[in-house]
């Protein structure tokens, strides 16, 4: 058990359809990342909070949406999407956005499968 | 731009010792990371260098050479519980990691 919390485990949706991936974290922690991880690719950042600021945005398309209401909960808001975007998702927390030996703590990920 | 290499896939034999290697290109460096993630699991962190040398944490030890741009994770006694992704990330002078696509080891009887 990380700490680390996400839900749905697995989502399947279709290309209209609207949905959101929940992750929460029982740590503490001041930031919260948003990762993309495909097959055989490098986790891929796409949204990092710190104190529920936005505080990087990698060129993520539009279609993906966070949100961030307090420093416990992060959600990505999905809508239109393409099969492309069928991958792993995975939230990660630190205690701070930056420095020294702060790792990171994933959650189990939602597989998300786009029809 | 930025860049790290690690293997696509390793066989090992049970008991035996195993070293993954990972080399980095990126701007800046802040520390090295690697985290071991089963199957349908999350990432989980094992260890961290940003000075030059080995760790050692049990059965695994890490190695940096910062003039080399390389790091090696070492696996010792292998278990078959060890069969695993390996990831290596960087954190660059921005302080934003960089992820390598991993390393599948296999561990076989």
């Known amino acids: 058990e990380t700490g680390v919390t996400q839900t749905p485990r697995h989502l399947v949706m279709g290309m209209t359809n609207k949905k959101s991936l929940k992750c929460e974290q029982h740590?503490?922690?001041?930031?919260m990342y948003w990762y993309k991880q495909s097959a055989k690719k490098p986790l891929e950042l796409m949204f990092v909070?710190?104190?529920?600021?936005?505080?990087e945005n990698n060129s993520v398309p539009s279609r993906f949406s966070p949100e961030c209401p307090n420093s416990s909960h992060l959600f990505l808001h999905l809508h239109t999407l393409q099969p492309e975007d069928s991958a792993l998702y995975l939230c990660?927390?630190?205690?701070?956005?930056?420095?020294?030996?702060?790792?990171?703590?994933f959650g189990p990920g939602t597989r998300l499968t786009v029809l | 731009g930025q860049n790290i290499d690690q293997p696509t896939e390793m066989t090992a034999t049970e008991g035996a010792i195993v070293q993954i290697n990972c080399t980095y290109q990126?701007?800046?460096?802040?520390?090295l990371f690697w985290y071991q993630q089963h199957a349908g699991e999350a990432p989980t962190f094992l260890s961290y260098?940003?000075l030059d040398g080995l760790e050692e944490k049990g059965r695994f030890s890490s190695f940096l050479s910062r003039s080399k741009g390389y790091s090696y994770l070492l696996l010792k006694e292998l278990q078959m519980k060890d069969s695993a992704s390996y990831l290596c990330?960087?954190?660059?002078?921005?302080?934003?990691?960089?992820w390598g696509a991993g390393t599948k080891l296999i561990i076989k009887p």
């Open positions: 990330a960087v954190r660059d002078s921005n302080y934003q990691l960089i």
């Open positions: 740590l503490g922690h001041n930031a």
């Open positions: 990660a927390s630190s205690q701070e956005l930056a420095g020294g030996t702060d790792t990171q703590y």
């Open positions: 909070y710190s104190l529920e600021e936005r505080v």
């Open positions: 260098n940003v």
């Open positions: 990126t701007s800046g460096f802040n520390g």
